[in-house]
């Protein structure tokens, strides 16, 4: 039976993990927008598009994404012939892992367009092995085999780290592009939003620049320039993306939502959203609007 991508069931895995290697022909796949609770490693290797915060990535070569519980994505597989690796494991399955543990609120597993890298192909050799060697031990009686399994996920992990650092590193080849960098990482690590009493302190572009020692004005004009964006178009685009996560995942009332979105007052929120959508909250929520 085909694996369909978006949909396990965790609780019924021993330890919370799972991973699998799938090659397929058949009918073409197309996945709607969903959040699940776990984490996710993915190994696209067909051509593919990958959607997520109101973005669409057309993947035109291998792709290693990376996914959050709270993150919000869908695929579209393009063509019937389709092949990769993924595996799944919960927060819990790494409690007992301290080095692993302090890399998994990392950028990697973001809910923005930091998610997916592409390796290059003695990265993807390397990447594969991992995948194999991973499935191999989950599927194996070896006594310990969920403690090896730990360690081939953090060797993917960090695997992923490389493969983003060398992203990086072709595109700050300058002062202003390591700010860019450091202004989108800083934005990232405030999302998601875990409840609504964690209000994001972060909210416009002199926040940013206060926390990276820079003046506003330069924040400003290197944003613009590597990316094409304002800052505070990267800001608002975050928070409305976060928005629509919240209203079409969570049971938080408008309220709640407004708070952790650093809006004192919901009516503030209000005006915020139907200006970027042309919904109000609570209409987008009833309809469930994508």
């Not at 699940?36 to 990535?57: G, M, T, V």
């Not at 990265?123 to 060697?133: G, K, P, T, V, Y």
């Amino acid at each position: 039976m085909e694996h369909v991508y978006f949909t396990h069931n965790l609780k019924k895995i021993p330890y919370q993990i799972n991973a699998q290697r799938y090659e397929y022909t058949g009918k073409h796949v197309k996945v709607p927008f969903s959040r699940n609770e776990f984490f996710k490693i993915w190994l696209i290797e067909n051509k593919c598009k990958l959607y997520f915060n109101d973005q669409e990535l057309n993947c035109d070569r291998p792709a290693l994404f990376f996914a959050h519980p709270s993150a919000t994505y869908a695929y579209d597989s393009l063509k019937s012939i389709r092949s990769g690796y993924w595996c799944i494991f919960t927060q819990e399955f790494f409690n007992t892992c301290e080095s692993v543990g302090k890399v998994l609120p990392s950028s990697l597993f973001g809910t923005i367009g930091t998610s997916v890298f592409f390796p290059e192909e003695q990265q993807l050799q390397f990447i594969r092995q991992l995948f194999n060697n991973l499935i191999t031990e989950i599927n194996s009686l070896f006594l310990f085999r969920y403690e090896i399994a730990r360690h081939y996920i953090s060797l993917l992990i960090y695997e992923g780290l490389k493969v983003k650092d060398d992203a990086v590193r072709i595109q700050a080849n300058s002062a202003s592009a390591r700010i860019v960098y450091l202004f989108l990482d800083l934005l990232e690590k405030q999302f998601p939003i875990q409840s609504p009493q964690m209000a994001i302190s972060l909210k416009k572009p002199s926040d940013y620049s206060s926390k990276l020692f820079v003046h506003v004005n330069h924040l400003n004009s290197a944003v613009k320039k590597l990316t094409g964006k304002s800052t505070s178009d990267h800001i608002t685009h975050r928070l409305i993306s976060e928005a629509k996560a919240l209203l079409k995942q969570s049971n938080w009332s408008i309220a709640d939502i407004a708070y952790g979105l650093g809006f004192n007052y919901a009516n503030h929120f209000n005006t915020f959203f139907k200006k970027h959508t042309a919904l109000t909250p609570v209409t987008f929520r009833q309809y469930n609007i994508i």
